[in-house]
């Protein structure tokens, strides 16, 4: 459960192309602005702010490199870090790093709330460059587990929801969500951190 503080609070979103939004939402929103929708406007916390420091094509180590330019210097109260599914074309053999930038990330943001997301599905085409996807999935519950962070599951709602099919109507290509993803991403995260769900906008 997110705990939300009396006072303004800062929100910085880290992560890769999903993060970022570009290109897959063909205009629409993204789940870091629907995020922000519900936060800043539904919750009326008018004074926090949200900063969506999403890269495409960023992995772990990325982030972890430019770390005081994404993260460190907002001092978030609040920290999202949503990556793999990058990561997840290293294979097996990349998960030790992965696991390493991860907690690396983590262990410098010791002042805020942490809330990790696995990777999303991706369709059957997109299986073949991220065959090792589902072990990033487990390593990020397994990262959360150990460092006490709020799990955002995002492949567990994905595969109740698609667990015979690959997840087209939620998704623009084989990996990135379209605009009917991002706000079910959205929507996932806020019930998550028992912050509601968006309401009709």
């Not at 303004?8 to 993204?30: C, F, N, Y």
């Not at 609040?78 to 290293?90: E, K, P």
């Not at 995002?154 to 087209?168: K, N, T």
Request: glycine share 8%; hydrophobic share 45%; with cysteine.
């Amino acid at each position: 459960m997110m705990e939300l503080s009396d006072s303004p609070m800062t929100w910085v979103m880290a992560g890769d192309s999903i993060t970022q939004a570009v290109l897959h939402t063909h205009g629409a929103r993204g789940w870091v602005e629907h995020v922000q929708e519900r936060v800043c406007w539904q919750l009326d916390r008018v004074t926090d702010i949200v900063v969506n420091t999403g890269v495409s094509a960023w992995r772990a180590t990325d982030v972890l490199g430019a770390y005081d330019y994404v993260i460190g210097r907002f001092e978030p109260d609040v920290l999202s870090i949503s990556l793999g599914t990058n990561d997840a074309r290293a294979g097996l053999d990349g998960l030790p790093e992965f696991h390493d930038a991860m907690r690396e990330i983590i262990a410098r943001s010791s002042g805020a709330q942490i809330v990790l997301h696995t990777p999303l599905l991706v369709s059957h085409d997109g299986r073949p460059a991220r065959a090792a996807l589902p072990a990033y999935c487990q390593a990020v519950r397994e990262i959360a587990a150990d460092a006490g962070a709020l799990l955002v599951d995002h492949e567990a709602y994905w595969l109740a929801e698609f667990p015979d099919a690959a997840p087209i109507a939620w998704l623009d290509d084989p990996a990135h969500p379209n605009a009917v993803g991002h706000l079910h991403m959205a929507n996932h995260m806020l019930r998550t951190l028992g912050l509601g769900a968006l309401t009709e906008l």
